[in-house]
């Protein structure tokens, strides 16, 4: 039986949707789905794992402690265990849509 990361969608989140795919030793995969989310302004994600992140639909922006990396759909970035960063921006008009994988240590 196959799936559509793109199927059930929700609307009008009060909050950023993560729904993992599927886990496994040291990987876990994961669909994100932002509708002008943002993290908070004094809130950094820090995890143990290493992560790669790309949009499949939408727009963001994340913030890192040196630099802005904006991202359109098909741009992926992979973000290093304890690289600090944080949501800056997602399009507000409609879904952000993220594939994430999560691997390394701490991912299970």
Request: aromatic residues 10%.
């Amino acid at each position: 039986m196959t799936e559509n990361l793109f199927d059930g969608i929700p609307h009008n989140m009060p909050g950023e949707v993560v729904q993992t795919l599927l886990q496994a030793d040291n990987i876990r995969i994961e669909r994100i789905v932002s509708h002008g989310h943002v993290s908070a302004a004094d809130f950094w994600y820090d995890q143990p794992q290493h992560e790669w992140v790309i949009v499949l639909q939408g727009k963001a922006r994340l913030q890192f402690e040196d630099r802005m990396v904006e991202m359109q759909v098909g741009d992926f970035i992979n973000i290093p265990a304890f690289q600090k960063h944080r949501v800056d921006w997602t399009t507000p008009d409609e879904p952000t849509v993220w594939l994430g994988v999560r691997y390394g240590n701490g991912t299970t």
